[in-house]
């Protein structure tokens, strides 16, 4: 298929390129680079500066013609969200109706979206799954859920199908090693982790250590970013072929404390990485489990990547080249 990746050059982006280039679909890559990096835009691959906001660059660069358009185009901080909404409506929900209204006038039907757990909010019972209430708890993830919900009229209005996939927490770095391109200012738990690990801030805040889990701190449902990846490549397929839209959620089913996530990437890391214990992050959940029953159904998708060890060398394997 001849696939437009929006979002192509950031992190989870660049994943989603090789992952398509590697089954054998044709990638152009539209990013602005204001996170993207330059070195995530690989051989093989077309690319398109412009940005989201930009209604004649989408729509030049969708009148070549394309099957089907991966959108992972956003802001993503959460804490940033709650205090520059205005910011985050601009370019996740206006930018998406662009991307929508350039599909629908050169007649592309396909889109992989990029939503987030962050829809869910504050869980009611774990492991989530998709029928569980969605009660967005920052800003941010009621982008998702708003973008979600416009891509379910223009289902209904332009014959847009759709595939949202509602990520847990994202980690790790290409097994191959082929992503080269870090995140600048993470604020991620790992990558934060690994920057300290690789003397570049001097230590880990943990936020919280009184939630109600055996060691009290937060629980995630980390999943790697190549199972996320291979997630993508077989939603497009699955639209390509079969009729309708759905909502899945991506996680691994496992959870993992702050702490466990420390411990382990100071065994494999074999460096001292510093922790302090901060306060609790406001609209931070104590346990975010995923359950991914329905990708495997209706995609045979599972997490293949996502154990602690995998999640972790893969990183480390980038980030000590900085090491200070
Ligand atoms: N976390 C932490 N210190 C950090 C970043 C994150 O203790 O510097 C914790 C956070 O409170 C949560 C977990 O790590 O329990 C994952 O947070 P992250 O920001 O990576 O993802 P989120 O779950 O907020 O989407």
């Known amino acids: 298929m001849k696939i437009l990746v929006i979002g192509g050059a950031g992190y989870i982006g660049s994943h989603v390129c090789l992952e398509l280039m590697d089954a054998g679909h044709e990638v152009t890559v539209f990013d602005n680079l204001s996170s993207g990096k330059h070195e995530n835009i690989f051989s093989g691959e077309l690319f398109v500066k412009g940005d989201i ?20 185009a956003a802001f993503k901080a959460a804490g940033e969200s709650m205090l520059l909404p205005e910011k985050y409506a601009r ?9 929508l209204n350039a599909m629908a006038k050169n007649k592309i039907n396909k889109m992989v979206f990029s939503s987030s757990a962050a829809v869910y909010g504050e869980p009611e019972y774990l492991p989530v799954d998709e029928k569980h209430p969605v009660k967005p708890e920052n800003f941010y993830g009621y ?12 289902g209904k209005l332009k ?6 996939l509602r990520y847990f927490n ?22 934060v982790i690994m920057e300290a690990a690789a003397g570049l801030r001097a230590e880990l805040s943990i936020f919280g250590n009184d939630y109600p889990t055996k060691d009290g701190t937060g629980i995630r449902d980390y999943v790697h970013v190549n199972d996320l990846a291979a997630a993508h490549v077989k939603a497009m397929e699955h ?25 382990s990437a100071r065994r494999i890391t074999g460096r001292d990485i510093a922790a302090k214990i901060d306060g609790r992050r406001p609209g931070d959940p104590a346990r975010l489990i995923a359950s991914s029953g329905l990708a495997a159904s209706i995609l045979g998708w599972k997490a ?16 000590r080249h900085l090491l200070k």
């Open 170 to 191: 994202a980690a790790g770095y290409d097994i191959n090693g082929r992503v080269k391109g870090l995140e600048s200012n993470p604020a991620n738990l790992l990558p």
């Open 91 to 99: 370019n996740n929900i206006s930018g998406s109706i662009n991307i």
């Open 304 to 319: 293949i990547h996502s154990s602690p060890d995998s999640l972790i060398r893969s990183s480390w394997a980038v980030y």
């Open 53 to 72: 906001m930009d209604e004649g660059a989408l729509d030049s660069a969708m009148s070549k013609g394309f099957d089907g358009v991966v959108h992972l």
């Open 143 to 154: 982008t998702k859920l708003a973008i979600e919900n416009l891509l379910e009229w223009y």
């Open 159 to 164: 014959g847009i199908r759709y595939a949202a």
């Open 239 to 263: 639209l390509g072929r079969a009729e309708g839209s759905f909502v899945v959620n991506l996680g691994s089913e496992e959870g993992l404390s702050v702490m466990e996530m420390l411990e």
